[in-house]
């Protein structure tokens, strides 16, 4: 049996700092941002991270791609 996935929707997240707990540690939230190609490579998504970065004011921690796929029986 052989199984496809497909790609439907790709979208990036960047965690965000929000506040900082009682300890004084940072908190972080995620900053979701999608229509993302579906072929877009790591690289050119890490840029485009990075540039979003630098125009926020709140400290960012790390940087995620997450994806959406679908799976057929071929």
């Known amino acids: 049996m052989?199984?496809?996935?497909t790609i439907d929707s790709v979208s990036l997240s960047i965690e965000v700092q929000k506040a900082l707990d009682k300890a004084g540690d940072p908190i972080y939230t995620k900053k979701t941002f999608s229509g993302i190609k579906t072929d877009a490579t790591p690289e050119n998504v890490y840029?485009?991270?990075?540039a979003i970065k630098g125009v926020m004011e709140?400290?960012?921690?790390?940087?995620?791609?997450?994806e959406s796929?679908?799976?057929?029986?071929?």
């Not at 709140?58 to 997450?66: E, Q």
């Not at 796929?69 to 071929?74: C, I, P, Y």
């Open 69 to 74: 796929s679908s799976l057929a029986n071929a």
């Open 2 to 5: 052989a199984v496809t996935k």
């Open 58 to 66: 709140a400290n960012t921690r790390d940087y995620f791609i997450n």
């Open 47 to 50: 840029a485009v991270a990075d």
